[in-house]
């Protein structure tokens, strides 16, 4: 069972940056993918970015493509979300996620380990 807990969510005015960080425990990590979502109330989780731990392959959801960076701390089975550019629509709360995606990983339905989330707020 893979653990993946997130952190570095907060408030920040628009145009301003902010980092996400994702760990995950439990079991050797070379076949998973570990990919960030989003989501506002009323609406479902939205795809943002992943990273795919076998390649250092990275993709993006069209919204945050330039703005956002999906990268791997080498030294520890984590990956942050830095996120530049805010914008008043990137309000939501994060959520990492962890697993072995047959498909793009860009469906929460291909992750089954998840996070508790971060909530993220751009003010004006």
């Known amino acids: 069972q893979v653990q993946v807990v997130e952190s570095g969510g907060g408030l920040v005015q628009a145009g301003g940056s902010l980092r996400l960080s994702c760990e995950a425990s439990?079991?050797?990590?070379?076949?998973?993918?570990m990919g960030w979502f989003r989501q506002t109330p009323g609406m479902e989780r939205e795809f943002v970015a992943r990273f795919k731990w076998s390649d250092g392959s990275t993709y993006y959801a069209d919204a945050v493509k330039g703005r956002f960076t999906i990268s791997r701390d080498n030294a520890k089975i984590r990956v942050y979300l830095q996120m530049n550019s805010l914008k008043l629509e990137d309000t939501a709360v994060y959520y990492c996620?962890?697993?072995?995606?047959?498909?793009?990983?860009?469906?929460?339905?291909?992750?089954?380990?998840w996070g508790q989330g971060t909530l993220v707020t751009v003010s004006s």
């Open positions: 996620a962890a697993g072995e995606p047959t498909g793009w990983g860009v469906s929460p339905n291909e992750y089954n380990s």
């Open positions: 439990g079991r050797t990590f070379n076949t998973y993918t």
